[in-house]
């Protein structure tokens, strides 16, 4: 479980190279659409839920992560694309 801001989730979402989601969702054998929820956004008729609960608050409220694993792959991919 982590905790971060709702505005820093969408800051990492909006920094991914073009392509991202389909890599992250190709990578975790999961839909598109359930890693653009897990980012804040509601394609619920063709992704999952996945698990984030928002708590309104500054800076867009606080986001509580069930699991991480889209999130860290997501900063992974943000590393890789600042070296090369």
Excluded at 63 to 80: F, G, M, N, W, Y
């Amino acid at each position: 479980m982590a905790y971060i801001t709702f505005n820093e989730l969408r800051r990492i979402k909006d920094a991914l190279p073009c392509g991202s989601m389909k890599l992250i969702a190709s990578r975790l054998s999961i839909s598109e659409d359930t890693v653009r929820n897990y980012f804040g956004g509601s394609h619920y008729l063709s992704g999952d839920s996945v698990g984030i609960h928002v708590e309104q608050g500054p800076d867009g409220g606080i986001v509580t992560l069930d699991d991480t694993t889209i999130l860290e792959l997501a900063k992974s991919i943000l590393e890789e694309s600042a070296v090369s």
